[in-house]
């Protein structure tokens, strides 16, 4: 290997480094806002809900599309929600193309009978995915505020209790509330999954939220002001995160958003690697499509402060981490071998240790917010080890298929919304087998994810014959991941 080129790869390396050390650095940034808020006793105006003259119309939107396995459910859960019934509507926004349009229909006409205001409405097309169905059912809404479910959500009764008196403050836009998860369990998949988003919705959210940075409605589990959507300029369906488009467009007209960790709305995670893998896919993408039409925006704003464009700017950014990752990932072996050939560049392998830096930050902030959840006993410290590590692992085995979302996002290339598939798994009995919108495909990154896991093996094999075991671990954690990413879409056929 020529110096020119151990010297390229090098400088690619280590910028990939630096950037991961850069959102380590904002991640520790939230821990301490996180950390600092929960000591905080915040007093804010609410409406009187015992008040009848304060209590305020809602619109309940459920967007949903090919929902068979889950649409009872979610139907039977909605219509227990605790709100007059003069002051509530709800619009099933129905986009679904095949049998379960017919049962969906029967079970809302016998809602309809209960004396609940509830409408099934049907477009002609898809248009605009699930932002073009909010965007129709919100020109005909009657509700001041609008609050949003996907089919796999399962808010208490009194939702709306402890939501709506928040809106009192009319400078609030949104009101958000925090992911549970009731499948968490069920099997590796879902518990990694669980462990991903809880430590976006406590150290995420409330680390932002605390000192006035923006933060993102999670497209569901959340309540809007009408008035903010249509000030912002509606739903748009021009990325695959709509959510977070609408989110920054609100915040950038100074509309305030309230995010509440300590109501929790209880939700089905995907429990078959087919089903995470569109999930990410959409998430990864949309970040990436929402850092190209936004991120301008938020470093010109002249009504927000350093700070807040600052996290703007990495919370736009969070799924090019993945990009970052699998640079590094792709780049290590060979580093192994520069570092063998070239002794007298040995002091950057020293600089480049910023990876351990920035996994050790990573520890720490996650185990605080998974002991706001799980408790901080040490058989919960035990656990959160073996966790961690085993999330680590499965987060660089889906390095690949991430990268490849984020690169189609910063590169404009338009894909369709594709829904992930929900399966009614509510307990460690139930099974996915026979659910008829699994992807049948098997996703042709397999073959590559394959081809990664030998490569990975191979520089685990080179630490021996070059006398250097400083990357074995990170070498191990990528072959592990892999190979589960791989194994897993193999055999998660219905």
């Not at 460690?428 to 699994?438: A, E, I, P, S, V």
């Amino acid at each position: 290997m020529g110096l020119t080129i151990a010297l390229i790869i090098i400088a690619i390396y280590s910028t990939a480094l630096i950037l991961i050390f850069f959102y380590s650095l904002a991640q520790l940034n939230l821990l301490i806002n996180y950390l600092g808020y929960k000591k905080r006793n915040e007093e804010a105006p609410k409406f009187n809900l015992l008040d009848p003259k304060e209590i305020p119309f809602v619109t309940i939107q459920l967007p949903i599309y090919n929902e068979e396995y889950v649409m009872e459910r979610l139907l039977d859960n909605i219509a227990k929600i605790e709100y007059p019934k003069s002051k509530l509507e709800i619009q099933v926004l129905d986009d679904s193309t095949d049998d379960s349009v017919i049962e969906t229909a029967k079970r809302i006409e016998e809602l309809q009978k209960t004396g609940l205001d509830i409408q099934h409405i049907r477009r002609e097309n898809r248009k605009g995915f699930k932002a073009g169905a909010l965007k129709e059912g919100l020109a005909i809404a009657k509700g001041e505020f609008i609050a949003i479910f996907d089919a796999d959500f399962l808010p208490e009764s009194d939702w709306l209790k402890k939501t709506v008196p928040y809106f009192k403050d009319e400078e609030i836009g949104v009101v958000q509330t925090r992911w549970g998860h009731i499948n968490r369990d069920y099997s590796t998949l879902t518990r990694i999954q669980a462990f991903a988003l809880d430590a976006h919705f406590t150290l995420e959210q409330v680390g932002r939220n605390s000192k006035g940075h923006f933060i993102n409605f999670n497209g569901t589990a959340g309540i809007w002001r009408k008035q903010c959507i249509l000030d912002a300029g509606n739903w748009e369906g021009d990325t695959l995160t709509e959510d977070l488009d609408l989110s920054y467009r609100a915040q950038l007209k100074n509309w305030k958003f309230k995010y509440l960790e300590d109501v929790e709305t209880p939700a089905e995670l995907p429990v078959v690697i087919s089903a995470a893998r569109s999930q990410q896919f959409r998430w990864n993408k949309g970040g990436a499509e929402n850092f190209r039409k936004t991120v301008w925006s938020v470093i010109t704003a002249k009504n927000i402060p350093f700070k807040t464009k600052f996290h703007g700017v990495m919370h736009l950014l969070n799924s090019s981490m993945f990009l970052c990752v699998f640079i590094v990932a792709l780049l290590s072996i060979p580093m192994l071998y520069i570092k063998n050939m070239y002794g007298h560049l040995g002091w950057i392998f020293e600089v480049t240790s910023f990876f351990i830096i920035s996994t050790i930050i990573l520890f720490v902030c996650y185990w605080f917010t998974y002991k706001s959840i799980q408790g901080s006993s040490f058989d919960n410290f035990v656990d959160y080890i073996k966790l961690f590590f085993t999330f680590f692992s499965v987060a660089l085995g889906f390095s690949l298929h991430n990268t490849v979302a984020v690169l189609e996002g910063h590169l404009g290339k338009r894909s369709e919304f594709v829904r992930t598939p929900k399966f009614n798994i509510n307990n460690l009995t139930d099974t996915w087998k026979g659910n008829k919108y699994l992807a049948k495909k098997l996703s042709p990154n397999m073959i590559l994810e394959f081809a990664l896991m030998v490569y990975f093996l191979f520089g685990m094999y080179s630490a021996i014959p070059l006398n250097d075991y400083g990357l074995f671990p990170f070498h191990l954690m990528l072959f592990l991941g892999f190979g589960f990413v791989f194994f897993k879409s193999l055999t998660s056929k219905a």
